[in-house]
Structure formats: C-alpha cells, structure tokens
C-alpha cells in the first residue's frame, strides 16, 4: 500500500511539469493543424466590392476549400475564388461564365454562352440604363485552353474577363462554402480598394448601435 502510495505521490509532482509541456506541444500542433489546412483545405475570405451583388455583399465573410480544383475545372455558373490574373497579390471572386474553347459574347447586355443567352443569377442585376462598349457589348469570344471567362453578379459594376481577359486554371484558389459572417460596413463600404480596408471600416461598424451583423446572411450557401 506505501509503495502505491509513493509512486502516487511522484506522478503528482511531475504533473505540473508534464502539464506546461503538454500545453506548449498542443498549441504548437493547433498552430501547425491552422497552418496545414489554411495551406492545403480552408481558407477565409472577404467581399471588399459590389461586384457580385446582390448574391455576396460588401462585408460578407466566406469560407472557401481548396481541394476541388485540384481534380476538375470549374463548372459553368460556380462562384470561384482565383488570383487576379494580370496584378500579384489580389485575389478575386467571381462567377465562372464559360470554360475552354467555349464563346462567349454580350449584346446590348445579355450574355451568350455558345450562341445560348444565359440569365442572370437569381440575385444578380444590372445597375446602369447605359450601354457602353466592351462592358455591355463583348466579342464574340472563344475562351483560351485551360481557362475560365469569369463575370460578377453586378453586370454593370464589375471589372472582369471582359477586360483583363480569360482567368487561368492555376490561378484558381478555392471554391466558396459558406458566408459565416456578415457585417453592414454602412456608407463606407463603397470606399473600400482593397480586402484591409474592409478591417478598418469593420472595427468602427463592430461598436455600431444597432448590432450592424446580418444575422440572416450567416451560414448562407454559395452558389
């Protein structure tokens, strides 16, 4: 029984020591678990623009995975997340519009894919009466090999294939989830260049009265 008793008394006295080693080894392991999935499986992105209203807003949080591009192209009508081909560093959500050796063209607005005219999302619209050329009339358009033509929801204020051109396949980043938070930036918003100045406008909107969260966005589907 004091043999027991003793051996007892000595795991006692190493599990103070045990404990902060553990607790170091455990977070390092979550630290490099965050860092292997950001790398390889998920990855948080934000809205800094109009261009995909009304189907994803200024201040909307999506989650994207990274997998799925990896085993197939994008599908005609998928949101894509993807480096923006012509300025390093940016990255872009769109709508993908058409795939390799599809044409693409738009008349007075209205889009054809392969001589079909194809209809706006279903939160999508258009936001100028004006016709301008390039952005309201476009091609046609025969989309290079191993590319995609990508257009935002917001026809009429978006920057996109029509005037950068085709996004290439390995410029794909991921394919949007999810919205798991949604914050109205208020007038601000229309200010936003770039994905920090969203963080800027969101520490003031985070003290905003009344709660300025869209409570109703969260967990929305992307499609």
Same mark, same amino acid.
């Given at each position: ?36 999935? /950001? ?160 963080? /800027? ?14 409570? /109703? ?7």
């Amino acid at each position: 029984m004091t043999k027991k008793r003793d051996e007892k008394e000595q795991i006692v006295k190493l599990t103070p020591g045990k404990r902060k080693l553990v607790s170091w080894v455990s977070f390092a392991l979550a630290i490099a678990i965050a860092l292997i999935l /950001r790398a390889t499986m998920i990855q948080a992105f934000t809205i800094p623009s109009g261009s995909m209203e009304d189907s994803l807003l200024i201040g909307d949080f999506l989650l994207g995975e990274k997998i799925t591009y990896h085993f197939r192209a994008p599908y005609r009508g998928e949101v894509i997340i993807f480096r923006h081909p012509r300025i390093p560093g940016r990255d872009l959500i769109k709508r993908c519009i058409a795939v390799e050796n599809d044409t693409v063209e738009v008349r007075d607005k209205i889009l054809y894919v392969n001589g079909e005219k194809v209809p706006l999302p279903a939160e999508g619209k258009y936001s100028d009466p004006r016709i301008f050329p390039r952005r309201d009339n476009f091609g046609p358009y025969v989309v290079p090999k191993d590319c995609v033509f990508a257009m935002g929801d917001n026809r009429d204020n978006s920057e996109d294939s029509r005037f950068w051109g085709p996004v290439p396949l390995e410029n794909l980043k991921a394919r949007p989830l999810f919205v798991y938070l949604s914050i109205d930036l208020g007038p601000e918003a229309r200010t936003i260049q770039k994905s920090i100045d969203i963080y /800027r406008v969101l520490l003031k909107r985070l003290f905003h009265f009344p709660p300025a969260i869209r409570i /109703r966005r969260i967990g929305l589907i992307v499609h």
